[in-house]
């Protein structure tokens, strides 16, 4: 079982910068592909940003590429989201996930076990 903890969420001006942090329980994370997700109201949760288990391969929506960055710390059992660049349409709840896979996987259903959110809301 794992249970993840987002944090860092709040407010921030256009062009902005902003981290996420998503702490997690249990002795395997180290082992899993870590995600970050995103849902604007009324819109699909989508993919942000995935690492692999030691951090070697990463992969970004082309919505966030060159602007967000995604890494992990393994010993603190912990993954970040960067954000920087911020608009206005990066507004959302951010959730943490963790998945299985030994490889960066995209999709809601790769991924088993999500914390609670947190709230980014870009002003412009």
């Known amino acids: 079982q794992v249970q993840l903890v987002e944090s860092g969420g709040g407010l921030v001006q256009a062009g902005g910068s902003l981290r996420v942090s998503c702490a997690a329980s249990?002795?395997?994370?180290?082992?899993?592909?870590m995600g970050w997700f995103r849902q604007a109201p009324e819109k699909e949760r989508e993919f942000v940003a995935a690492?692999?288990?030691?951090?070697?391969?990463?992969l970004y929506a082309d919505s966030v590429k060159g602007r967000f960055t995604i890494s992990r710390d393994n010993a603190k059992n912990t993954v970040y989201l960067q954000m920087n660049s911020l608009k206005p349409e990066d507004t959302a709840v951010y959730y943490c996930?963790?998945?299985?896979?030994?490889?960066?996987?995209?999709?809601?259903?790769?991924?088993?076990?999500w914390g609670q959110g947190t709230q980014v809301t870009v002003s412009s």
């Open positions: 690492i692999n288990w030691n951090g070697g391969s990463t």
């Open positions: 996930a963790a998945s299985s896979s030994i490889v960066v996987v995209t999709t809601t259903d790769d991924y088993r076990f």
């Open positions: 249990g002795r395997t994370f180290s082992m899993r592909t």
